[in-house]
């Protein structure tokens, strides 16, 4: 799933240092987009489903995101006033069906159809560890949010430095109770699934 999507994205034309925003509910399909987005060295925005309109085409411009994938028709109805003022938008997905807007699954249809296998063995192997993975935006009560720019190389160590009070056995149970666009969730969620 992740590696149609990442033929996806390149069949669009995302590459290296294109911005993608997430705006989604935690779900299996988040982490498909997020691993897919960093193995082609493209920059996931992960940004809260509950933020204002003005922080949200704030996020959208600075980032200059270049598609964002939205969960449902509850997040659509927030951000769909704003987009209008978004010029580096392209294209809104989302996860449900929602009338006019165009389906995640077209980028993995998009994916199957690609003949770009071995380009995304060649990105892979490409992608530095000080290389851009994500612009993780502050919640604005100090002004406009501040991008908050992780490499790979930042995530990786959150992952490792946590490892030790993260420890988890093959039958574990983790209690989910961040969003996914938060970095401590984010890096809870790669640790369970390693």
Request: charged content about 20%.
């Amino acid at each position: 799933m992740v590696d149609l999507l990442s033929l996806g994205f390149l069949e669009m034309g995302v590459g290296k240092g294109d911005t993608v925003a997430t705006i989604m509910k935690n779900c299996p399909e988040w982490n498909y987009f997020d691993m897919a987005l960093l193995q082609i060295g493209a920059v996931q925005v992960p940004v809260y489903p509950t933020i204002s309109d003005t922080n949200y085409e704030f996020i959208f411009n600075d980032a200059k995101v270049k598609f964002i994938v939205v969960s449902d028709d509850t997040i659509y109805s927030r951000i769909k006033d704003v987009l209008g003022e978004v010029p580096s938008l392209d294209v809104v997905f989302c996860i449900e069906n929602i009338d006019g807007l165009r389906s995640w699954t077209d980028i993995i249809e998009r994916g199957k159809k690609s003949e770009k296998q071995e380009i995304l063995r060649n990105l892979k192997s490409l992608i530095g560890e000080n290389d851009l993975a994500s612009l993780i935006y502050t919640s604005g009560t100090t002004g406009s949010p501040k991008g908050v720019m992780l490499s790979h190389r930042n995530i990786v160590s959150n992952f490792t430095e946590t490892a030790v009070i993260l420890q988890q056995q093959a039958m574990s149970r983790v209690l989910s109770f961040l969003p996914l666009c938060h970095v401590f969730e984010r890096i809870v969620n790669y640790r369970g699934a390693r």
